[in-house]
């Protein structure tokens, strides 16, 4: 599986949108790009994935560039709830294990 | 439709002695996992399970840790003796045929 780049934080003020960035620059052309999040103590929670086109649902979008080596998850209007560590992780199509990197530990400020 | 249900919420035990955690996955969801995840980082894959077959548990201490899935559906991780090391917060997911996995709040155990 391709490895992933995240910062290692980021603040962002409540009621923007938040860019959450990722580097897979190491991504083949079956490898999919999954987002999950974990609330302080709680268990990760699934967000969102994409291959090459855009995604969005009710939590977030995810740009995928169109070389795919990056990408990025937007929480659209970010609230206080969103604060979390967000984990970018690429897995191949099928594959059933996750591997978690150190993610990015989001902080929305009021 | 209920989430993953694991007890107990949260451990303390000595080191050496024994500890065992439960996890009840979502109904229905053939695929098991359990983590682990020390303060400060991402979870790290312990076991996996297919129905109640090990699919992979190559980073298991298999010395202090073993796990069982009867009958395919809940699923209990022991480690006997426990060391200062193991303190962490022990996760389960379940996952269908589709991707995503769902987690369970979690098991936080401190070894003294």
């Known amino acids: 599986d391709a490895k992933t780049t995240q910062p290692t934080s980021m603040d962002c003020a409540e009621g923007r949108a938040a860019n959450l960035p990722c580097n897979h620059s190491t991504i083949s052309g079956n490898e999919y790009v999954y987002w999950y999040r974990q609330i302080h103590s709680q268990g990760p929670q699934y967000i969102i994935h994409?291959?090459?086109n855009n995604e969005t649902n009710e939590m977030a979008s995810l740009i995928i560039t169109e070389d795919r080596k990056s990408s990025t998850l937007i929480l659209p209007h970010a609230t206080l709830r969103d604060t979390a560590v967000y984990y970018c992780i690429v897995i191949i199509q099928g594959a059933q294990k996750l591997v978690f990197g150190q993610g990015t530990r989001l902080t929305i400020n009021p | 439709e209920a989430g993953v249900a694991q007890s107990p919420r949260y451990k303390i035990i000595e080191k050496r002695q024994s500890v065992a955690f439960w996890c009840n996955p979502i109904s229905g969801h053939a695929t098991l996992y359990w983590y682990q995840q020390i303060l400060g980082q991402g979870p790290k894959l312990l076991i996996q399970f297919q129905n109640n077959g090990v699919v992979d548990d190559s980073q298991l201490p298999k010395d202090r840790f073993s796990a069982e899935r009867l009958k395919g559906v809940d699923s209990t991780l022991k480690i006997q003796p426990a060391k200062l090391e193991d303190s962490a917060v022990y996760l389960c997911a379940s996952r269908t045929i589709l991707y995503e996995q769902y987690f369970g709040p979690g098991t936080r155990l401190t070894v003294t």
């Open positions: 994409g291959l090459k």
